[in-house]
């Protein structure tokens, strides 16, 4: 059972485009949103990441939209540059236990120049 | 690089034989973590430990596979009696043990192909 869903699975856009992607969850224990960018080749790397306290992070050309009453969040990339092409995850972390991240199925961005 | 390391980052192994898999984490985190990323999916949690205890496995770590960290630093990952469906990317992350503001810091992986 996928404990976050995330959608497109794949995302197309124009250099200087916005890529917007989802993300929906179901376990009201999850308390931390990162976001995770992976080049091919490569281990995933945080991006940003937000806590349900906030409704909106900004860190320079990437925001993270929450939504906690419809228990979704998106990923607002501004600018898109094609350097932002790869493929990108949400995930979601209870505090207690292992902490282990549950990773969304990945959204494979292109930025077309 | 004071990132997380493994090796070897490629394997290809014939089905049946033994493999391990070794993680060096950032050296100030004291948990590590395991996860498993098949083609076009997102990472799958297999372990973790906190310094040397493996504290949680997840149903995904069948028993052919071991996890070790014997001095709280370096991990290996062994997979015995190789199957096809073991081919993957196996990834190593580490983080401080506070869960709030400790993010989890991911390797470049281990591809492993089973023939």
């Known amino acids: 059972q996928q404990q976050v869903k995330q959608s497109p699975q794949s995302l197309i856009v124009q250099k200087g485009g916005i890529s917007i992607i989802n993300c929906a969850y179901e376990?009201?224990?999850?308390?931390?949103f990162p976001w995770y960018q992976q080049f091919p080749g490569k281990g995933p790397a945080l991006l940003i990441a937000?806590?349900?306290?906030?409704s909106e992070k900004k860190e320079g050309r990437f925001t993270i939209s929450f939504n906690k009453s419809a228990k979704q969040f998106s990923l607002h990339i501004m600018d898109s540059q094609p350097g932002d092409s790869a493929t990108y995850f949400c995930a979601a972390r209870t505090q207690t236990g292992a902490n282990n991240l549950f990773f969304g199925t990945g959204t494979r961005l292109t930025v077309i120049p | 690089d004071t990132g997380v390391s493994q090796d070897p980052r490629h394997k290809i192994t014939k089905r049946g034989q033994n493999v391990t898999f070794r993680c060096d984490p950032i050296?100030?985190?004291?948990?590590l973590y395991w996860y498993r990323q098949t083609l076009g999916q997102g990472p799958e949690f297999l372990t973790y430990?906190?310094?040397?205890?493996?504290?949680?496995k997840s149903r995904l770590l069948s028993d052919r596979f071991s996890a070790e960290r014997p001095k709280g630093s370096f991990s290996t990952l062994e997979i015995q009696r190789t199957e096809q469906g073991d081919s993957a990317m196996y990834l190593c992350a580490s983080s401080f043990p506070r869960a709030g503001d400790s993010p989890l810091h991911f390797g470049n992986g281990t591809r492993l192909t089973v023939t």
């Open positions: 376990n009201t224990a999850f308390d931390y």
């Open positions: 430990f906190q310094n040397e205890a493996q504290l949680e």
């Open positions: 937000i806590r349900p306290d906030v």
């Open positions: 050296s100030e985190h004291n948990r």
